[in-house]
T-cell receptor, first 113, second 114 residues
Framework: NAGVTQTPKFRVLKTGQSMTLLCAQD?????MYWYRQDPGMGLRLIHY???????AKGEVPDGYNVSRLKKQNFLLGLESAAPSQTSVYFC????????????FGQGTRLTVV | AQSVSQHNHHVILSEAASLELGCNYS??????LFWYVQYPGQHLQLLLK??????LVKGIKGFEAEFIKSKFSFNLRKPSVQWSDTAEYFC????????????FGSGTQLTVLP
């Protein structure tokens, strides 16, 4: 049982490049989330999804887009990377939103130079 | 909108010392409260959670937390810490509204000296 899997684990981008982070969960969870973790700021919600085909903005959505075409996958895209997007990105999923435990992936360390 | 404050950014303790990490939230409605732990190089894991009922909840590894509604607080405690408790601890809150977003505090880095 893999839980929540994120790919890639590390990535270095040049300013202006684009990339997609993939999150896959095998627990049949409805809710999926993308967070970024920065020193001293905790985890901030970028986007989330309450089910297949749905997405919504979180606290810091600017510069990111997401898609949830399949229930098990939640993609985070950066169209034109900026140094301010250097961060560790975590994907999470839960069965029914904030009332149940969220399971987290191992994280993706992204550096934009 | 809900928010979470963790006032202790870095706590350093010796083994066997007692621990209390503060967490305060702001939200006017019904909340669900969580403590997550992140060990070095690992992902976040759930320590304990409070939804309703007994305000004193017990979690894994000897941790417990007390929900005090009048103070909007959910402090984490452990009577005697171990070196292996060195980690970053995050308090989180969700509401019972339709969005059900998990909002995290800024985290507290706990260092336990052997």
């Amino acid at each position: 049982n893999a839980g929540v899997t994120q790919t890639p684990k590390f990535r270095v981008l040049k300013t202006g490049q684009s990339m997609t982070l993939l999150c896959a969960q095998d627990m049949n969870h409805e809710y999926m989330y993308w967070y970024r973790q920065d020193p001293g700021m905790g985890l901030r919600l970028i986007h989330y999804s309450v089910g297949e085909g749905t997405t919504a903005k979180g606290e810091v959505p600017d510069g990111y887009n997401v898609s949830r075409l399949k229930k098990q996958n939640f993609l985070l895209g950066l169209e034109s990377a900026a140094p301010s997007q250097t961060s560790v990105y975590f994907c999470a999923s839960s069965y029914s939103g904030g009332t149940t435990e969220a399971f987290f992936g191992q994280g993706t360390r992204l550096t934009v130079v | 909108a809900q928010s979470v404050s963790q006032h202790n950014h870095h706590v350093i303790l010796s083994e066997a010392a007692s621990l209390e990490l503060g967490c305060n939230y702001s939200y006017g409605g019904t909340v669900n409260l969580f403590w997550y732990v992140q060990y070095p190089g690992q992902h976040l894991q759930l320590l304990l959670k409070y939804f309703s009922g007994d305000p004193l909840v017990k979690g894994i590894k000897g941790f417990e937390a007390e929900f005090i509604k009048s103070k909007f607080s959910f402090n984490l405690r452990k009577p005697s810490v171990q070196w292996s408790d060195t980690a970053e601890y995050f308090c989180a809150v969700s509401n019972s509204g339709s969005a059900r977003q998990l909002t995290f505090g800024s985290g507290t880095q706990l260092t336990v000296l052997p």
